[in-house]
């Protein structure tokens, strides 16, 4: 039985578990065990969060990505995973902190075409 699997369904399970919260059976493994391969050097200016590194979440996430397809990821590739599951909880975080209300709407409405 072949154990491949595609780039699509890898994105969509690396999705998903961006958006998962952090189970507690993964709770319990330490985050030490994935280490982030060093980040590129960015030209722009840094804020903390981005010198600080991951986030514990970032890592916990990471350890579940490793322990699943660990034996076909490179640890400049994991790293990489790291990276992305971080600037999503993120921007997710950012997400998190708008303020709105039950009354706030989209500033779009999609109407379906119905033919004739």
């Known amino acids: 039985m072949?154990?491949?699997?595609?780039?699509?369904d890898f994105s969509k399970r690396l999705a998903t578990l961006a958006v998962l919260p952090a189970v507690p059976a993964v709770a319990d493994v330490p985050p030490a065990t994935v280490?982030?391969?060093?980040?590129?050097?960015?030209?722009?200016?840094?804020?903390?969060a981005a010198a600080a590194g991951p986030s514990q979440d970032a890592l916990a996430l990471a350890q579940v990505v490793n322990n699943r397809w660990g034996d076909r990821l490179s640890a400049e590739e994991l790293g990489e995973v790291i990276q992305s599951i971080d600037r999503g909880l993120q921007r997710a975080a950012e997400l998190y902190r708008l303020p709105l209300s039950n009354?706030?709407?989209?500033?779009?409405?999609f109407t379906p075409y119905r033919g004739g």
């Open 35 to 48: 280490t982030p391969s060093p980040a590129p050097v960015a030209s722009g200016p840094t804020t903390t």
């Open 2 to 8: 072949s154990r491949s699997v595609s780039r699509r």
């Open 103 to 109: 009354a706030d709407a989209p500033d779009f409405a």
